[in-house]
């Protein structure tokens, strides 16, 4: 089992961000799946998620856990344990460079950690533009995304990327739509379903593999606090 010492990084992580008066914020989840870049972590089962947000001026941080699917001679718990530090570099004239570094860790042997390093802008209000690294398994994922918020309390976000690992004979393309509905009747609970569409389900296999593609469909609650 991976060192429990990692379940300490949430707490320093709050504490730091009370000693500089950094804001935090709070948020939980119930989702039907859970879909990282067109690729389940549950094997499509339900994932409890949940984590903290904290920010003081441009600079930013996060945690965040959700359940995962493990193989079954595993040790350690199923859990995924994500924590993330970054800082949002603002120029004149409105152009922005969002540098963050994310780590996905997981509490149990039968998963291989990742880092990654992220470079993103947001060229308007709705569109941004990242370009993300793995360190360990050596790949990039660009992704380029919209938001927009419609009538009747509803938003819409878009999202496209591509796997494309240095060591493998096989990339993928990445498309996810999600519509959401935020009700403030229950509190500011919003309510989701998205459809995630990816070209190939082992973008980290080699040419003789099936390249099959995938579309999954994901139903949520999430609420902030």
Do not use: C
């Amino acid at each position: 089992m991976k060192p429990i010492a990692l379940l300490a990084a949430p707490a320093a992580l709050l504490m730091t961000s009370a000693a500089m008066a950094a804001n935090v914020s709070y948020n939980a989840a119930l989702v039907s799946d859970y879909l990282f870049r067109g690729l389940t972590m549950t094997d499509h089962d339900p994932a409890i998620q949940g984590g903290a947000d904290v920010k003081n001026g441009d600079a930013y941080g996060s945690v965040w856990f959700s359940n995962v699917d493990t193989p079954d001679d595993s040790e350690g718990l199923p859990v995924e344990m994500d924590v993330n530090f970054g800082y949002n570099l603002r120029f004149n004239g409105g152009f922005n460079l969002d540098l963050e570094i994310l780590t996905y860790n997981y509490l149990t042997d039968g998963l291989s950690d990742e880092t990654e390093f992220k470079i993103g802008t947001s060229p308007t209000r709705n569109v941004t533009i990242e370009l993300y690294r793995g360190v360990k398994n050596k790949y990039w994922y660009p992704e380029i995304s919209y938001e927009k918020n419609l009538d009747y309390r509803l938003y819409l976000d878009l999202s496209a990327g591509y796997w494309s690992p240095d060591d493998a004979d096989d990339s993928a393309f990445t498309f996810r739509a999600e519509l959401a509905r935020d009700f403030p009747e229950l509190g500011h609970v919003d309510i989701f379903i998205a459809a995630d569409y990816i070209s190939d389900e082992t973008p980290f296999g080699n040419a003789g593999d099936d390249d099959d593609s995938d579309t999954s469909f994901v139903f949520g609650v999430r609420k902030n606090f």
